[in-house]
């Protein structure tokens, strides 16, 4: 009679799926930095189209917020709320031309993350979707 053989492992555990979420990066092109610090406020905009505050943040050391949503997401549009004045670049006053900027997104597909970069500069800003 053969020995039996080495246990079989248990299989682990699938892991959990990374739930959808908003998230920003602020970079200051003019210093070729990361805006760290910066008030990033996120709202859902209601039937009535009044904005519901889900949440705020401050970017971290890297000009991030990772997770805005910080709940499970649902189809509609979002607006986020950067506060320009809170984030002084190294050496500087609060010196900003603009001091607040607002984006509005619409989320349809609430399988996917959306991510929303920024990038200042003096006089000027861009943002886009990103990945």
């Known amino acids: 009679?053969?020995?039996?053989?080495?246990?079989?492992?248990?299989?682990?555990?699938?892991?959990?799926?990374?739930?959808?979420?908003?998230?920003?990066?602020?970079?200051?092109?003019?210093?070729?930095l990361p805006a760290a610090g910066m008030h990033v406020i996120l709202y859902k905009l209601g039937e009535?189209?009044?904005?519901?505050?889900?949440t705020q943040a401050l970017t971290d050391?890297?000009?991030?917020?990772?997770?805005l949503l910080e709940r499970p997401m649902s189809p509609g549009t979002y607006r986020l709320e950067f506060n320009l004045s809170g984030a002084t670049r190294p050496g500087t006053g609060d010196d900003r031309f603009f001091r607040r900027m607002t984006v509005d997104l619409r989320v349809d597909d609430v399988s996917h993350s959306y991510h929303v970069p920024l990038l200042l500069a003096p006089f000027s800003m861009t943002t886009y979707r990103g990945s």
């Open 1 to 32: 009679m053969a020995s039996p053989g080495p246990e079989t492992p248990p299989t682990p555990p699938a892991p959990s799926p990374v739930a959808p979420t908003i998230s920003t990066h602020v970079l200051d092109t003019q210093t070729g």
């Open 48 to 54: 009535d189209d009044r904005p519901i505050r889900l």
């Open 61 to 67: 050391h890297d000009g991030r917020v990772r997770d």
